[in-house]
């Protein structure tokens, strides 16, 4: 058998849903992966929902022919415009979001309930995070912030210094600067910004937990790989497919800050969708 058949698909719109399948990857050692950052339709998160279901179409799609055994949509934006279309689509195979994992792993690390959730303009416009925190914790005074400059810094790989901590000002402090009814939980609902958490963090302050989905939707994945008797008996790992529909040098060299391993350009392949 193909062993690429046993594979894990996982897409962003770019190299942001490295953060997610980096978790993946730790959580679940023994499995192989294809991931698929559609870098050629980057952003997402400024486009319209009908726009990225159809991209989320695709890309799925794309995975799906190659034959894996399970789908992670590492991308909020298409989480949130996608996600029951692309689970009716594919009945036979466990589609995991990032949403709802995102929304429990905050409403875990909240007291008060009041959550700061920055995302993207489109996820922010479709109310996802809203809907999904209150189902756990109704009432919550959730406040959500389109951030589409972090996902263009964060493709850049400018991650830190003096225009990332402006940048992060800009956003945050209109919610951070006072005293009163601050969020004591900042969710980053999209897979780009975990790698701007240290900034994020120094803005907004040490009371403040930063918290993402990526664990949260490694752990879903296991239980679900466990509940269908789908887990990879493999010993050890193997390196991810990585796969780009545009720039593979720009995703090679920026990537690698988000995997958390260095990423040579030969490892990644150009594909059309
Ligand atoms: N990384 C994506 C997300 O989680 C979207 C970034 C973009 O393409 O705008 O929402």
Same mark, same amino acid.
């Given at each position: 058998?193909?062993?690429r058949?046993?594979?894990?698909?996982?897409?962003d719109?770019?190299?942001g *849903? =490295?953060?997610? =399948?980096?978790?993946?990857?730790?959580?679940?050692?023994?499995?192989?992966?294809?991931?698929l950052g559609?870098?050629?339709? =980057?952003?997402? *998160?400024?486009?319209?929902a009908?726009?990225?279901?159809?991209?989320?179409?695709?890309?799925?799609?794309?995975?799906?022919?190659?034959?894996?055994?399970?789908l992670?949509v590492?991308c909020?934006?298409?989480s949130?415009?996608?996600?029951?279309?692309?689970?009716?689509?594919?009945a036979?195979?466990?589609?995991?979001?990032?949403?709802?994992?995102?929304?429990?792993?905050?409403?875990?690390a909240?007291?008060s309930g009041?959550?700061?959730?920055?995302?993207?303009?489109?996820t922010?416009?479709?109310?996802?995070?809203?809907?999904?925190?209150?189902a756990?914790?109704p009432q919550?005074p959730?406040?959500?912030l389109?951030?589409?400059?972090?996902v263009?810094?964060?493709?850049?790989?400018?991650?830190?210094?003096e225009?990332?901590l402006?940048?992060?000002?800009?956003?945050?402090?209109?919610?951070?600067?006072?005293a009163?009814?601050?969020?004591?939980?900042?969710?980053?609902?999209?897979?780009?910004?975990p790698?701007?958490?240290?900034?994020?963090?120094?803005?907004?302050?040490?009371?403040v937990?930063?918290?993402?989905?990526?664990?949260?939707?490694?752990?879903?994945?296991?239980?679900v790989?466990?509940e269908?008797?789908?887990?990879?008996?493999?010993a050890s790992?193997?390196a991810?497919?990585l796969?780009?529909?545009?720039?593979?040098a720009?995703?090679?060299?920026?990537?690698?800050?988000?995997?958390g391993?260095? =990423?040579?350009?030969?490892q990644?392949?150009?594909?059309?969708l």
């Amino acid at each position: 058998m193909n062993t690429r058949q046993q594979a894990i698909g996982v897409f962003d719109s770019g190299v942001g *849903g =490295l953060t997610v =399948l980096r978790a993946l990857m730790q959580a679940l050692p023994g499995e192989s992966f294809v991931y698929l950052g559609d870098t050629a339709r =980057l952003p997402y *998160g400024t486009k319209t929902a009908a726009t990225v279901q159809r991209y989320a179409a695709r890309a799925a799609q794309f995975l799906v022919q190659h034959g894996v055994k399970a789908l992670v949509v590492a991308c909020n934006t298409a989480s949130a415009a996608a996600l029951p279309a692309l689970r009716e689509h594919y009945a036979h195979l466990p589609v995991l979001g990032v949403i709802e994992p995102g929304a429990a792993s905050a409403v875990a690390a909240t007291r008060s309930g009041r959550i700061a959730v920055l995302a993207t303009e489109s996820t922010v416009a479709g109310g996802a995070y809203v809907q999904a925190i209150q189902a756990l914790r109704p009432q919550a005074p959730v406040q959500s912030l389109a951030c589409q400059l972090f996902v263009a810094l964060a493709e850049e790989g400018w991650v830190d210094g003096e225009v990332a901590l402006a940048a992060a000002h800009r956003y945050l402090d209109p919610l951070f600067a006072t005293a009163h009814n601050r969020p004591d939980v900042l969710l980053l609902g999209c897979t780009h910004f975990p790698v701007l958490a240290p900034v994020l963090s120094q803005v907004v302050g040490a009371d403040v937990a930063v918290v993402d989905a990526s664990h949260a939707v490694a752990a879903a994945l296991r239980a679900v790989l466990t509940e269908r008797d789908l887990l990879s008996g493999a010993a050890s790992a193997t390196a991810p497919l990585l796969l780009a529909t545009d720039g593979l040098a720009r995703f090679a060299r920026v990537g690698s800050t988000f995997l958390g391993q260095p =990423l040579a350009v030969t490892q990644v392949q150009l594909v059309d969708l």
